[in-house]
């Protein structure tokens, strides 16, 4: 299952690939407006990865029957050693790593190999939501992450317009599992907020690693690590920058560590509990076959069955305490050190220390899904020439669509930036946005 198993910060360094009585437990993306903010990591809470899938659903309200468009975070229930592999094929066309137990792995190899086979044309569609106010539709290619290649042929951009497909749109459409990192925070212009839980981008993710090593390279790993000396470190977003150069952090070594900060830090950090259980299987399944529409028929008993076999209760792989839980032998020395460390400079504003951070390496795109059929087909049709399909997207941190007034913003964003609906982690409504801020397919705001 995809979650850090270990407690040390070396798995943090290395990884590649409950709020109390607070009356939110979720750090806001609003932060990304003022372009930076200031954090403090908990130093019990070393950062996890979270593998997950954005997946549409309509729910049905109870009071007054209306359906609406919701989108369901599905944490992908297979090992990382597969996950990372970001279904690549070799010259052979073998998957360096099959999928063995997450649905939507399964029916992403089931499709893929459909395709190469002409058993279903890459701009078929397969899903099909409809609320009262708005319809979701997903196809084979886009479920399989094809329709956000970069080098597409003009043919294959012909067969998307043929098909009513928009590639502004296409992307969202995607259904490959996207790395993100769970960080539990408090943020430095506002640690009255307490101890945040902040679920942010690969991209991100990687500029706090490569802070983190900077500074144990420098420091030692005693006065490095923010896990053992706390220090703030900022995060910087650059809405203007290419895709894989939006992120940057930096040490902020200069900031003060305040008496209140301090004790924060001492407290136990906001559990994450909710993020990291298992999604319900049996549910899954139901909104998979309720919401098919192809011809094509995946064997669903094939595609579920080893899911289903996990049953209720989660698997006993994890310490008793939380995963990124670390605990110092000697917390209040290591605090001392850091108020001493930092006590004279004056603390800095908000907008101090511009300098931009190395850019990121840009994620490898997958290579050529090709046949290894993980079940058969219930009904198989004639088959017929397949065109030239084209490869599955890069990863580019990934976008989605608000449920209110369906503008584009990143995955990660829990404030929409147009209507303002807040969202929690696992993108669930917590504040209704402006109803009158509606953006048209035609991208028109209405």
């Not at 065109?387 to 449920?403: N, S, Y």
């Not at 807040?422 to 705001?445: F, H, L």
Request: hydrophobic share 35%; glycine share 6%.
């Amino acid at each position: 299952m995809a979650r850090m198993t270990t407690n040390d910060v070396d798995d943090f360094l290395n990884h590649d690939g409950g709020g109390g009585d607070r009356k939110s437990a979720f750090l806001s993306g609003k932060w990304k407006e003022d372009q930076k903010i200031r954090v403090w990591l908990h130093p019990r809470a070393v950062p996890v990865p979270l593998w997950s899938i954005q997946f549409p659903m309509v729910r049905t309200d109870s009071e007054n029957g209306s359906r609406k468009m919701r989108t369901l975070r599905w944490r992908s229930l297979e090992s990382e050693d597969v996950l990372k592999q970001g279904y690549r094929r070799d010259s052979a066309g073998r998957l360096y790593a099959d999928p063995v137990v997450d649905p939507f792995s399964l029916l992403y190899v089931v499709l893929s190999d459909a395709i190469d086979a002409g058993e279903i044309e890459w701009t078929d569609e397969i899903f099909r939501f409809e609320a009262d106010e708005e319809e979701r539709v997903i196809h084979a290619g886009g479920y399989c992450g094809m329709f956000g290649n970069r080098n597409m042929t003009t043919e294959q951009k012909r067969q998307l317009r043929k098909a009513g497909i928009r590639l502004d749109e296409a992307w969202r459409e995607n259904c490959t599992p996207r790395l993100q990192y769970i960080f539990r925070v408090v943020q430095d212009a506002r640690p009255e907020e307490g101890c945040m839980i902040a679920v942010e981008t690969k991209s991100l993710g990687d500029a706090v690693k490569k802070v983190i090593r900077d500074e144990i390279e420098e420091h030692g790993k005693a006065k490095g690590s923010p896990f053992e000396t706390p220090y703030a470190i900022r995060w910087s977003y650059d809405e203007n920058a290419q895709m894989n150069a939006k992120y940057s952090a930096k040490a902020m070594r200069s900031v003060e560590l305040t008496d209140e900060i301090a004790a924060l830090l001492e407290e136990d950090p906001t559990p994450i509990d909710d993020l990291l259980k298992r999604g319900n299987v049996a549910e899954l399944r139901e909104l998979f076959e309720s919401s098919w529409v192809a011809d094509f028929q995946p064997d669903w008993g094939a595609i579920f069955s080893a899911a289903e076999a996990l049953g209720d209760d989660e698997p006993e792989e994890e310490p008793a305490r939380d995963p990124g839980d670390r605990r110092p032998r000697d917390r209040e020395r290591q605090r001392e050190a850091a108020k001493q460390r930092t006590a004279k400079p004056a603390r800095r504003s908000r907008d101090d220390d511009d300098e931009d951070d190395e850019d990121e390496k840009p994620a490898k795109p997958a290579a050529k899904p090709a046949a290894k059929p993980v079940a058969k087909p219930a009904a198989k049709p004639a088959a017929k020439p397949a065109a030239k399909k084209p490869e599955p997207a890069e990863d580019d941190d990934g976008m989605v669509l608000c449920d209110n007034c369906r503008t584009v913003q990143p995955i990660d964003e829990l404030v929409c930036g147009h209507c303002r609906q807040e969202y929690d982690a696992n993108g669930t409504v917590v504040k209704a946005g402006d109803p009158k801020k509606y953006v048209s397919p035609d991208g028109i705001d209405l």
